[in-house]
């Protein structure tokens, strides 16, 4: 490695005007070789010595941050070598150190083989070495195999058999015994599963790990007892769901014995977290702290560089796919601009990264379990659309990333198990913004008879929410445009919105909201959203039946007579009735629920968000994922049975672990939720 250096810094001498390695009166051949030797080796030590130190102060840095950072302190580190070679003559431009040390580090990372998520002939020496170390400085492993769960995040479960089907993803296809595998044996099962009505990461997340999402109506909610909008991927809200599903279970989670959580919204009870964003607000020590998978990966400043490279690749890459959809005026689409560009590099590379490095640490570790989130695919699929070119490539990376930790596994002390699963799909469809000119807070204000912005009064949709407002105040006509405000001032309703799942909530009414006080207080509003075209159903509280699904043209059922005249829900297949009573059931559903329309002859339907690939309500793609598991492990359900909610998944996990003849989870029976 020291030579491979010596050599590329004496090219980059006699390329770069600005970098020289001794004295210019000097030309000695020796004594340039001499130079390089001494400044590569100095560069060499300095990043073993100081570059850990260096990372352990990028845990404060923002990640996005991180890429511009690592060539900048690479190339501080290389202009101090060079200060400590004896001859005292060679030197660099600061732009041009960070050219030579970027080069130099990839060069040595190329050739010495460190750890980077892609298969090829330096890895797998690499492998070698890092297993034979492992086998050498610790006592044997187990013989009871581990399991590593390989999260997927949004990959649905027509989707992964679509890209299978094309080729993108050749060890999936092996495992299934197809494509260029075909006619060996699979030594996996593909399971689909379905989703409850809140198809999104927080609600099955929390769900597959910890076993219990009650009361998880959304990705976002308004609670009123205190006050304040929940957010699944907010630290604070993250860590208090999984305070909640402890207590509600009686149980630590997944993961709570020997187990690891890399990536994960929630820890799932392991004692190694890394990336857990549950914990991103605690005090923890240096190993478990939310960052501190980053310093594991980053303190070989080559992995820095070679994953800074590829990151600024990716936002290369994105800038360039976003102007060609502009370019093209594709159909449908939605802005791509402002740091969106860089959020899609840290999935897509700098997540993906770390994550796998970890897993496999954790492998060679030999953990027992190891629940592992990798988002690529969904962050690309919201902006790109859940087909295309754009997500063909993610999809070929995460294939790529399987097959090196399936590698990895083969050198581990213990055999693995993999399974691979994903916590929800993506369903198409342009927003409801672009369909209709107004977003659906727009439709409310505008159903509430409150003023809404110039724009959404010109729609049809505003025009229309409009007429019914003075058609059930019984006013027959708008004087100088004047709006009608309400005769006693209250606050004004909160419109959050999740995927195609939309909330309504009163924040000055402390309870749940009845459809006879909505109707009271606003008698246009439920008539307005309810029959839009844009929306399929609503979930109301009613003081007669409990609950009612409303829909177009006065439809009104009852939840208790869904499963004989499923009216409006009808479309959206079936379980749909199911996952509609069990949110009634939650303390923080909204005072109204919206579900977008579904087209089931395109799986198409409209984001309440900016997204044309979405998910967190029902309707198509996005309440199907997949889970894929090795034959040798139990069936997930029994034949004609289906695999429904995140909370079954979880017990079929537990019980794969307890098939590892080891005491996998604490307790011999699965636990049980506790009263609310």
């Known amino acids: 490695m020291w030579a491979v250096s010596t050599v590329t810094m004496l090219v980059l001498a006699g390329i770069l005007p600005d970098f020289q390695l001794q004295s210019a009166d000097d030309e000695s051949t020796t004594r340039l070789a001499m130079t390089a030797a001494l400044g590569a080796g100095a560069f060499g030590l300095l990043s073993a010595l100081v570059w850990p130190l260096l990372v352990r102060l990028l ?164 609670e009123k007892a205190a006050r304040e909008v929940m957010v699944c991927n907010r630290p604070t809200s993250a860590a208090e ?24 919204l929630f820890s799932g009870g392991a004692d190694e977290q890394a990336l857990v964003l549950s914990i991103a607000t605690k005090r923890r020590d240096r190993r478990n702290r939310s960052r501190a998978g980053y310093f594991a990966y980053f303190s070989d400043p080559a992995n820095a560089v070679r994953t800074a490279l590829s990151f600024i690749a990716e936002v ?67 902006h790109s659309g859940p087909f295309g070119r754009d997500v063909e490539k993610v999809l070929e990376r995460l294939d790529r990333a399987l097959a090196l930790i399936e590698k990895a596994a083969e050198h581990a002390p213990r055999p693995y198990r993999l399974v691979v699963l994903s916590d929800h799909g993506q369903s198409p469809g342009e ?9 659906l807070g727009d439709l409310v204000r505008a159903g509430c008879g409150l003023p809404v ?43 959050l919105a999740s995927g195609n799942l939309g909330l309504v909530s009163f924040p000055d009414v402390p309870h749940r909201m009845t459809k006879e006080e909505i109707d009271a207080r606003h008698p246009a509003l439920l008539t307005t959203l309810a029959n839009h075209p844009g929306i399929g159903f609503l979930l109301v509280r009613s003081e007669r039946h409990g609950g009612v699904v409303l829909g177009a043209y006065g439809a009104e059922i009852p939840l208790d007579r869904l499963d004989d005249d499923p009216g409006p829900l009808e479309v959206f297949g079936p379980g749909a009735a199911d996952a ?91 636990p049980q939720e506790r009263a609310a």
Request: cysteine-free; glycine content about 12%; overall charge positive.
């Open 316 to 382: 290369g890459r994105e800038i360039g796919q976003s102007t060609r959809a502009r370019v093209r005026k594709a159909r449908p689409r939605v802005s791509r601009g402002g740091l969106y560009p860089f959020v899609r590099a840290f999935a897509t590379v700098v997540e993906r990264d770390v994550v796998v490095a970890a897993v496999m640490g954790d492998m060679f570790a030999g953990r027992t379990a190891v629940y592992a989130d990798l988002v690529a695919y969904d962050e690309v699929a919201h």
């Open 241 to 264: 769901l999984q305070r909640r599903a402890i207590d509600r279970t009686g149980d630590g989670g997944l993961l709570t014995a020997d187990g690891a959580s890399r990536g994960n």
């Open 453 to 495: 912005p110039r724009r959404a009064r010109r729609t049809h949709s505003g025009a229309e929410a409009r007429a019914a407002v003075r058609a059930a105040l019984r006013r027959p006509v708008e004087e100088g445009g004047e709006q009608h405000r309400p005769s006693r001032r209250r606050s004004e309703p909160i419109v």
């Open 431 to 439: 927003t409801f913004r672009a369909r209709y000119g107004l977003g």
């Open 580 to 670: 509609v009573r069990r949110t009634h059931s939650f303390p923080s559903t909204a005072d109204i629920m919206v579900n977008s329309a579904y087209d089931p002859a395109d799986g198409e339907v409209l984001a309440f968000e900016e997204q044309i690939g979405s998910h967190g309500g029902l309707g198509g793609a996005q309440g199907r994922p997949f889970l894929l598991s090795p034959v040798a492990l139990s069936a997930p359900v029994d034949d004609g049975q289906d695999l429904v909610g995140a909370e079954q998944v979880h017990r079929v996990l537990r019980r794969w672990l307890r098939e590892a003849n080891g005491p996998q989870v604490p307790v011999e029976a699965e």
């Open 59 to 222: 845990l404060l840095v923002p990640a996005l941050v991180l890429g511009l950072l690592v060539f900048f302190l690479n190339g501080s580190l290389l202009i101090v070598a060079l200060r400590l070679v004896p001859s005292g003559d060679s030197e660099a431009a600061p732009e041009t150190a960070v050219i030579v040390a970027a080069v130099m580090s990839a060069v040595a990372s190329a050739t010495g083989g460190a750890l980077a998520v892609r298969d090829d002939d330096a890895y797998r020496r690499r492998l070698y070495r890092l297993a034979d170390r492992r086998r050498r400085a610790l006592p044997p492993g187990p013989s009871s195999p581990g399991t590593v769960f390989m999260q997927l995040d949004g990959v649905g479960h027509d989707l992964l058999l679509a890209a299978v089907g094309k080729g993108l993803m050749p060890t999936v296809a092996r495992w299934l015994g197809e494509g260029a595998g075909a006619g060996q044996r699979p030594t996996h099962r593909l399971t689909a599963w379905r989703t409850d009505w809140s198809s999104q990461t927080g609600a099955s997340q929390l769900g597959i790990l910890h076993g219990s999402n009650h009361d998880v109506p959304a990705f976002r909610w308004y």
